[in-house]
């Protein structure tokens, strides 16, 4: 189906406050660098027809093309905000009747632009193409990447760079932001419109009920204790969790300074602006709860008339935040070690292999990968680790290990976007080689695959000569 006869507009039914129309922001030399075929195929999407769409050269016939308004807290303090470089063009009903927004990320500026350019550059766009797939492959709820299109002109940051238009899919971009964007800047009546709207959307089972905002505040909290329990599980550091970027559907948005573990470092942060570690690969699970405790803030006045009863409702579902993370991680965390009918101990277990992983520095990934092939003699050369395994064989029991490892096989991914094969894929790519950068999406499209993988994607990556550094890439 071509793209321009089956778009919709219902965001634009909401006030107008929430967003702005857009008009095409034009560029000189679109390519087409990237087309996500198996993605295009599932939306039921044409790719003939659809370059100048995506370059935001101009908009589909029936598009109503916005930059959505939000606000935000970032790395806590309170900011307006908006699409500063986005547009939406619409939203898409895919093959399975589900409705996704289509964003173009990079088309240009907004009214919400404020100083930016509105324009990015082409390695951050394929950054975000390669690791939001990856995301995906790793069964992890994450917007996706369509396409990216090279636009034929520079974009300036520290240096002259190509510049690049990301296509976007989403469940939607309603953020936690757009929430305290509504309370701050607009009517109670808006706010009740925004909430209906996305309760509409994401959460149907709630309309029409009595309580449908708290309950629709506890299904948001509960999603994205999900949420984190699968980030941590495979090591991931998403580096901006502003709430701007916490999505009220669930799903990982904006890979900007994001990163995978390596060694098992908790404190680990990657991100060059998070200087004072907030958003570290441990303290994730508390900021979301932080975050969430925005959003129910942002709906207070929507749980009850009685500024006391709204505040106690809201804390009580708040206060269930961290059993309903703990037991979503414990559960994964029981599967990466093949446990299926957890018992007493058994969180010891977990918890004293994370400990020995991180006192002997040993690679997060490869620890669990190792031990689901069962090719831990390397490990067991390490201080500490033999007595953990004689423990966890010990739990398993010898009947138990075929079907241990079969489980295994399912939550410990093979590999995972390691940081320097993304730069090394980024950089070939930047100089016109998408070879390494083709292979790599390829992989992380079944990370799970255990199979005919070349080593260099698997094994222990080098001791870096410096640091290893994100950027936002804005």
Not at 390 to 410: N, P
Request: glycine share 8%; aromatic share 10%.
């Amino acid at each position: 189906m071509r793209l321009d006869d089956n778009l919709d507009a219902s965001y634009t039914e909401l006030p107008e406050s929430f967003y702005t129309k857009m008009s095409p922001n034009p560029v000189r030399e679109p390519q087409m660098v990237k087309w996500n075929e198996k993605l295009a195929n599932q939306l039921g999407i044409e790719r003939e027809g659809v370059l100048d769409f995506l370059a935001g050269n101009s908009f589909p016939t029936g598009a109503q093309p916005i930059a959505q308004a939000y606000a935000g807290h970032q790395f806590g303090n309170f900011t307006m905000l908006g699409d500063g470089r986005a547009t939406l063009l619409g939203e898409w009903q895919n093959r399975s009747g589900q409705k996704v927004d289509i964003q173009l990320k990079g088309a240009g500026r907004t009214p919400y632009s404020r100083g930016g350019d509105g324009r990015a550059a082409l390695g951050p766009m394929l950054r975000e193409y390669l690791i939001s797939e990856a995301m995906h492959g790793l069964h992890i709820p994450t917007t996706r990447s369509l396409a990216v299109v090279s636009t034929g002109e520079p974009v300036y940051r520290e240096t002259e760079l190509p510049g690049a238009v990301l296509t976007r899919i989403a469940s939607s971009h309603i953020r936690v932001g757009t929430f305290e964007y509504a309370r701050r800047f607009c009517t109670e009546t808006d706010l009740i419109a925004l909430t209906d709207y996305s309760i509409n959307r994401h959460y149907p089972e709630l309309s029409g009920q009595p309580d449908k905002y708290v309950r629709f505040f506890q299904a948001v909290v509960e999603r994205q204790a999900e949420l984190l329990a699968k980030w941590v599980s495979v090591g991931f550091i998403h580096g901006v969790m502003n709430t701007d970027n916490m999505t009220i559907s669930g799903e990982t948005i904006d890979y900007g300074p994001c990163a995978f573990l390596d060694a098992y470092k908790p404190m680990t942060v990657f991100s060059s602006i998070d200087i004072q570690g907030r958003y570290a690969y441990s303290n994730q699970p508390p900021i979301a709860a932080w975050n969430l405790a925005r959003f129910a803030e942002a709906l207070l006045p929507l749980f009850d008339e009685v500024p006391a009863k709204a505040v106690k409702q809201a804390e009580d579902i708040l206060r269930e935040f961290p059993q309903v993370y703990r037991k979503s991680w414990l559960d994964i965390m029981y599967s990466k070690i093949g446990i299926t009918d957890a018992k007493e101990g058994d969180e010891t277990l977990v918890e004293d292999l994370l400990g020995w992983m991180e006192q002997a520095g040993a690679d997060y990934t490869n620890t669990f990968r190792t031990l689901t092939i069962d090719e831990t003699a390397a490990l067991e050369q390490m201080e500490g680790f033999g007595s953990w395994k004689k423990r966890w064989e010990a739990r398993i029991g010898a009947d138990g290990m075929e079907a241990a490892h079969d489980l295994m096989h399912q939550f410990n991914p093979n590999l995972i976007p390691r940081n320097h094969l993304v730069e090394e894929a980024l950089d070939a790519a930047g100089n016109g080689d998408y070879t390494l950068f083709d292979r790599l999406c390829e992989l992380l499209s079944n990370p799970f695959q255990y199979e005919q993988v070349d080593s260099k994607y698997t094994e222990d990556p080098p001791e870096p000569k410096e640091p290893f550094q994100t950027f936002c890439g804005t």
